[in-house]
């Protein structure tokens, strides 16, 4: 089986300041990973993803991730937060069990970025 | 842009009524999904798709029903509208390709229930 836990359902950061968007996960199988940014009345747009290759993963607007096999997490980190960084992200995972392409939505981060 | 439709993007029906959705694509994807997306909940599966005619419930399908009759097009159909089924609606298609495996989300649809 496999699941996701987003650990903060709100952020609130300074702009200039860094970002730490927490996940952890569960599978039985290699997993592949997924963060996803969703701005208010917006659909969702991928940032980033890791699907077996290095563990360090650069996405879009400056956001990476890195993925930790033996702590089961795939935080998604920036530098320096904008005001344009305010929105949803959203952590998925999804198995690698042929036949079995189904995805799995955490519930979801809202991050706040003060001026 | 992968080319993900959805219509109507808003619709506004009475309980009891019945009520379907379209998410039509131009790229010729095998899997198709459509979700729900409520506060606090993220983005749940309602059923996918994994071909014409192939289709699979998900974690919240009771109430729904889905059809794929050509590649391009997948339906989702609520047999009669309830309360609890107001929401957004997103379809999805998993990406092209033995390495490329995320998933593109068309603008969804605010389904109202009253």
């Known amino acids: 089986a496999q699941s996701v836990t987003q650990l903060d359902s709100h952020v609130s950061v300074s702009e200039g300041t860094p970002v730490l968007l927490r996940c952890n996960y569960s599978s039985s199988y290699s997993p592949s990973l997924f963060w996803y940014v969703q701005h208010p009345n917006k659909g969702l747009q991928l940032l980033l993803k890791y699907t077996s290759a290095a563990t360090l993963v650069k996405g879009i607007n400056g956001f990476e991730a890195e993925f930790k096999k033996s702590e089961t997490s795939f935080h998604l980190t920036k530098p320096s937060a904008h005001m344009s960084d305010a929105a949803e992200y959203f952590c998925v995972v999804s198995g690698s069990v042929p036949g079995t392409y189904k995805y799995i939505f955490g519930t979801g981060t809202r991050l706040k970025v003060l001026a | 842009d992968a080319g993900i439709t959805q219509s109507p993007r808003h619709k506004v029906t009475e309980t009891g009524t019945p009520v379907t959705l379209r998410c039509h694509q131009t790229e010729n994807h095998r899997y198709m999904y459509w979700y729900r997306q409520d506060p606090g909940h993220g983005l749940r599966l309602i059923h996918y798709?994994?071909?014409?005619?192939?289709?699979d419930k998900g974690e919240v399908s009771d109430g729904y029903s889905v059809s794929r009759s050509k590649t391009e097009d997948f339906l989702l159909t609520l047999e009669s509208a309830t309360s609890s089924q107001t929401s957004v609606y997103f379809c999805?298609?998993?990406?092209?390709?033995?390495?490329?495996?995320?998933?593109?989300f068309g603008p969804g649809t605010r389904l109202t229930v009253t």
């Open positions: 798709s994994y071909g014409v005619k192939d289709t």
């Open positions: 999805a298609i998993r990406g092209p390709g033995q390495g490329s495996y995320e998933q593109y």
